[in-house]
Every structure is written in C-alpha cells, then in structure tokens.
C-alpha cells in the first residue's frame, strides 16, 4: 500500500511559477513510477507527465512540454512538479499516483494504482 499527499498548490497570476510536492509512504518508493495528473472543472482527468522509478525516464503531456518539469528524490520519497509559465488553462486539481508497471505503460488506461487526493492550482488572468 502506498499513501500520496500532495502539497503546493494556491493561485498564481499568468505566466507565474509553481512547484507542486508529493510524499510518498512505503519503503519501496524507487521501485514505483509516479505520475501527475489534472482535472479542470467539467473535463476529464489527463495526463500531465511522468517519471520512471529510478528517475532515468520521464514522459509529458504535450500542452505542457517545455513548460513543466517532473523529478524525484527518492531518498525523501517525494515526486515534484515544477510548473513555470503557468496560464488559465492549468487550472485544476493536481493529482499525485504512484504504479508499479514500466513508465511506458502508465498514464492511459488502466488507471494509476494509487491516488492522492489532489492539490488545487488556479491561474488567474
């Protein structure tokens, strides 16, 4: 069982930056890729990117490439997101998961093993 508590969230001005912190429980954090995910009011869940265990790997969603960066510190068992060139359209509640299955199959379907509960990030105009 892994146990994810996002922090970091609050509302940033556009083109502001944030960084986004997920702690994770267990002791076998390195051997799981962990992900990011978004929901905007009335979408879907999306993807948002993704980094491999050992941190060797990391995928992206396309609107925010160039713009977020994944990485980890396994050694404090936390995931971050660092978003920079934040606009409206980030707006949403940032999801922090955790899997054991390779990072190329992760992010689509089936979900994510473990969830957190979310962090809020909205981008004023």
């Known amino acids: 069982q892994v146990q994810l508590v996002e922090s970091g969230g609050g509302l940033v001005q556009t083109g502001g930056s944030l960084r986004l912190s997920c702690a994770a429980s267990?002791?076998?954090?390195?051997?799981?890729?962990m992900g990011w995910f978004r929901q905007a009011p009335g979408k879907e869940r999306e993807f948002v990117a993704a980094i491999s265990g050992n941190a060797g790997s990391t995928r992206y969603a396309d609107s925010v490439k160039g713009r977020f960066t994944i990485s980890r510190d396994n050694a404090k068992n936390t995931v971050y997101l660092q978003m920079n060139s934040l606009k409206p359209e980030d707006t949403a509640v940032y999801y922090c998961?955790?899997?054991?299955?390779?990072?190329?199959?992760?992010?689509?379907?089936?979900?994510?093993?473990?969830w957190g509960k979310g962090t809020l990030v909205t981008v004023s105009l």
């Open positions: 267990g002791r076998t954090f390195s051997s799981y890729a």
């Open positions: 998961a955790a899997d054991p299955r390779p990072l190329l199959l992760i992010g689509g379907s089936p979900p994510m093993r473990y």
